[in-house]
């Protein structure tokens, strides 16, 4: 049940309806956890067992967690770590891990031919993973107490707006929600709608019309590419990922706020970042902090050194990049990011209040180098594999002169249109929120500027694809 498809729309509405026209708290919580389960069980029902399973585990064991002496806590928590993880890696890591263990084999002779294992990957398991992890995570280490009520957990793990493709939500943020209904506050429902409008409008007609056949045309090219296509691909998938993910997580905290619920933001405009400590701290926020919080602090963080530092860096990404998909091409965007992490901490503390970087001139340069490095990136984030990655890369620094030239015209204008409106539109609102830029609209320009997405959204309407971020 995709959100830019009519069965959502329906679905939606009549979720809406029955929720505020139940008065009593309990049973509206009843109907939203039915509702998510029946969301998510669209896809495939069996899969929703799944979800229960991973659920009710740790909410027990997220009870002994807590009752245990300080002796045995961490077998607890060792247990709820090693559970999560063991059925995250069968379902998205199984046939990952056996192809490169065949491989190895074959490297030393041994020629070893393993079952077939048809695994299919349940549809966000990636994310309620994480979900349901955070609670026995925090009340291991007493950011927020059990709670004795399985259908609030239930409800915070499997809540259909954030369930398949976040943001991640913290059981610590959600389940305090779920004490008492949501207090009336004015505006909330129609500021609720317009977020949605907005994310339908950057998924459906910014990242599906106008992106992502360009990019799907360069990326699946077989033969050498012209310089200047390769660049409007590359650019064409960055502005395609972030419309497509930020859609589906503007969507989600709008879809939460018309029921009365707060998630936090997941983006705040990447492309206006000044250096990829910036960017990590804007673009998938929901992952890079929990990969803070639970994965870098522990391992020491930068306290234990600067090379120290760099190493645990690295493997913070190397293993952001593993979540986002079994395949080495993610590996090893991961590990870019983690490298240039590491270089951009070592060069601060060598050259610290550099006076040129804080004007207008070198923050905008800085800016620009962070976009062009986000993108090179972007490269092995979104190729099949090494081959395709390295022409695409031969072709963007003019290596293969002669490349074919396959996109249009008029292609390379439209994708040149929308990166320039869209690093223009995060450069000016980098420093305040979507909703302070728009409370400084008069009202006639947010009317007029919701008809114009509304209608955009129904002209464009059609493909129906799905969200990028569902296959993680």
């Not at 040129?356 to 984030?381: D, E, N, P």
Request: proline share 4%.
């Amino acid at each position: 049940m995709l959100f830019n498809s009519l069965t959502f729309v329906v679905f939606f509405a009549v979720v809406q309806i029955a929720y505020w026209t139940l008065r009593e708290w309990n049973a509206r919580k009843n109907l939203l956890l039915i509702a998510s389960y029946i969301f998510y069980g669209a896809w495939n029902p069996p899969f929703a067992l799944l979800l229960f399973a991973t659920t009710t585990m740790d909410y027990w064991l997220g009870a002994r967690i807590a009752a245990a002496p300080a002796a045995t806590r961490r077998v607890w928590l060792v247990a709820s770590v090693t559970v999560n993880l063991s059925m995250l890696g069968f379902f998205k890591y199984g046939n990952f891990l056996l192809e490169n263990f065949q491989w190895l084999l074959a490297r030393v002779g041994v020629d070893y031919q393993p079952p077939h294992l048809d695994i299919f990957l349940p549809i966000g398991i990636s994310f309620y993973t994480f979900h349901s992890l955070s609670y026995t995570l925090d009340v291991y280490r007493g950011a927020t107490q059990p709670t004795r009520s399985l259908r609030d957990f239930l409800l915070a793990v499997s809540f259909f707006p954030q369930l398949v493709a976040g943001p991640i939500v913290r059981a610590a943020d959600f389940l305090p929600q779920c004490d008492a209904p949501p207090a009336p506050r004015p505006g909330r429902f129609g500021w609720g709608l317009f977020l949605m409008t907005l994310g339908l409008f950057e998924k459906v007609t910014l990242a599906d019309t106008l992106l992502a056949g360009s990019a799907d045309r360069i990326f699946g090219y077989a033969g050498p590419l012209a310089s200047l296509d390769a660049w409007t691909g590359v650019l064409a998938f960055a502005g395609q990922i972030f419309f497509d993910f930020s859609g589906y997580s503007t969507c989600a905290i709008g879809a939460a706020l018309c029921l009365g619920f707060e998630l936090k933001d997941n983006f705040r405009f990447p492309y206006g970042a000044v250096g990829m400590s910036d960017f990590w701290r804007r673009w998938h926020i929901s992952l890079s902090t929990f990969l803070r919080d639970y994965l870098y602090f522990p391992l020491g963080g930068n306290r234990t050194g600067p090379v120290r530092g760099a190493i645990n860096l690295v493997i913070v990404m190397f293993l952001g990049g593993l979540w986002h998909g079994a395949a080495w091409t993610f590996v090893v965007w991961g590990l870019l990011h983690g490298l240039c992490l590491a270089v951009e901490h070592a060069l601060r503390n060598l050259y610290k209040n550099i006076e040129w970087t804080m004007t207008l001139g070198g923050q905008l340069l800085l800016s620009a180098l962070t976009y062009l490095t986000v993108c090179f990136a972007w490269v092995f984030f979104r190729a099949a594999d090494f081959p395709t990655a390295a022409r695409l890369i031969r072709a963007m620094v003019g290596v293969l002169p002669g490349g074919n030239a396959i996109l249009t015209t008029r292609e390379i204008i439209q994708v040149a249109c929308v990166t320039a409106g869209l690093l223009f539109a995060h450069w000016n609102l980098r420093d305040i929120s979507i909703e302070a830029a728009v409370a400084r609209l008069p009202r006639q320009a947010v009317i007029a500027l919701w008809t114009v997405m509304l209608c955009a959204i129904i002209l464009t309407q059609g493909s129906g694809n799905a969200f990028i971020y569902f296959q993680f």
